[in-house]
């Protein structure tokens, strides 16, 4: 997703703006809270909202026209830990793009009775904003990201850039120069296609359940698996990305579920336990 119409996002994250999304239908309710505990350990995504998005700057077969996508970020509870796959954004109301039904993903998060200071770790799959947008949410949280993708987030603004460095001196920024094994059987692959510092995460969950969580290398999950990756437009390196979507088709046809990032489809896989939290396994 393109930098400028997001950052808005950061803005408010950073500066504590309280900017009201446009919200064309009613979200559901988000009320009360209840033990962590009754989150089982797992794999969950969570759905901020959906917008509408170019097909020529996805893995669509399409060239022309716009496609519905989601706004998914992921969890992934072990006992006391938890760990965010991206933060989605803090929020998004700009002319170029709406998140529609927008809730922020803290308060998604506490509805599952996730507060903000037990996120321990955010895996940034790439710096753009609908991904990045909601770190300023989680305060006590290490962050894994390639040096190039830091960056270019501190780049973003010169407020949101201060913050960040603070973070970073704070030493909780974990950078990411090659591929990593963050605990066993799950990794952080740098796949640099879709921006300079792009990464994926693989998860061996358990034995026969194998997950790959694409970042934006690829939109959408039918074609990702055909190996189908993004145009030169929505691409840092072509080849890079290729070269992934290849890995991609491997491993998907011997039984590893891929998981994007905008694939509306990808909530089909779970069941919705709290609103916008869908358990995948
Ligand atoms: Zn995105």
């Not at 965010?84 to 998060?109: A, M, Q, R």
């Not at 792009?198 to 061996?204: H, K, P, Q, R, V």
Request: hydrophobic fraction near 35%.
């Amino acid at each position: 997703m393109k930098i400028f119409i997001l950052l808005v996002s950061v803005l408010s994250v950073y500066c504590g703006i309280s900017s009201s999304p446009k919200i064309k239908n009613p979200s559901p309710q988000i009320s009360g809270s209840v033990s962590p505990t009754e989150l089982q350990n797992g794999l969950y995504a969570i759905l901020l909202g959906k917008s509408f998005y170019p097909n020529r700057l996805t893995n669509s077969d399409k060239e022309e026209g716009e496609s519905e996508i989601a706004f998914l970020f992921y969890l992934i509870k072990l006992e006391k830990r938890y760990i965010l796959i991206d933060t989605g954004t803090s929020s998004i109301s700009t002319p170029e793009i709406t998140v529609h039904n927008w809730i922020s993903p803290d308060k998604i998060l506490g509805s599952a009775g996730i507060k903000p200071g037990m996120i321990g770790e955010i895996i940034l799959t790439h710096f753009h904003l609908d991904h990045s947008g909601g770190i300023g949410l989680f305060p006590n949280a290490k962050i894994y990201v390639t040096p190039e993708d830091w960056n270019s987030l501190k780049k973003t603004n010169q407020y949101a850039s201060l913050r960040l460095l603070a973070k970073e001196r704070s030493g909780k920024v974990q950078f990411v120069n090659s591929s990593l094994e963050v605990f066993q059987n799950f990794r952080i692959l740098l796949t640099r296609g879709h921006t300079q510092g792009s990464i994926a995460i693989e998860w061996l969950a358990s034995p026969g359940k194998k997950f790959l969580i694409t970042g934006d290398e690829c939109y959408w999950v039918e074609f990702c698996k055909q190996g189908q990756g993004l145009s030169s437009e929505g691409t840092f390196s072509l080849s890079n990305n290729k070269e992934f979507l290849d890995y991609v088709s491997v491993v998907s046809s011997s039984g590893t579920k891929i998981l994007t990032m905008h694939d509306p489809a990808v909530l089909s896989l779970g069941e919705e336990i709290f609103p916008r939290i869908y358990k995948l396994d």
